[in-house]
């Protein structure tokens, strides 16, 4: 079951850039800190960026650092993920995720992956050559 609204994914050409958009409807995000993860067929989910509730703390993969951006705007209840000069690497199914806990602020500093309990329906983002 989805938990978050996401768009912004599809088709690019190497070199080429996407915007992800989180989006949560119902609840309010600025309790929380996202994180973002992808998964490319066959392999593991992967850690790929987080911010903390407040946008004060951002974190990155090696593999994408210089190249993502994460970013959030509370009063639009989104959080968003710039992602520039793509790869056929960076092909994945994209997810956002948080630790939601009613009535507590979790999202002081970044989790760890199996901690997040809320999570996005994924977007496919699909990088040719």
């Known amino acids: 079951q989805s938990q978050f609204v996401e768009s912004g994914g599809g088709s690019v050409q190497i070199g080429g850039s996407l915007r992800l958009s989180c989006a949560a409807s119902g609840f309010s995000l600025d309790y929380y800190a996202i994180g973002w993860f992808r998964q490319a067929p066959g392999k593991e989910r992967e850690g790929v960026s987080c911010?903390?509730?407040?946008?004060?703390?951002?974190k990155y993969a090696d593999s994408v650092k210089g190249r993502f951006t994460v970013s959030r705007d509370n009063a639009k209840n989104t959080v968003y993920l710039q992602m520039n000069s793509l790869t056929p690497e960076d092909t994945a199914v994209y997810y956002c995720a948080a630790l939601v806990r009613p009535g507590q602020r979790t999202g002081d500093v970044c989790r760890s992956q199996h901690e997040y309990d809320y999570w996005g329906q994924g977007t496919q983002v699909t990088v040719s050559s």
């Open positions: 911010i903390t509730s407040r946008g004060g703390t951002t």
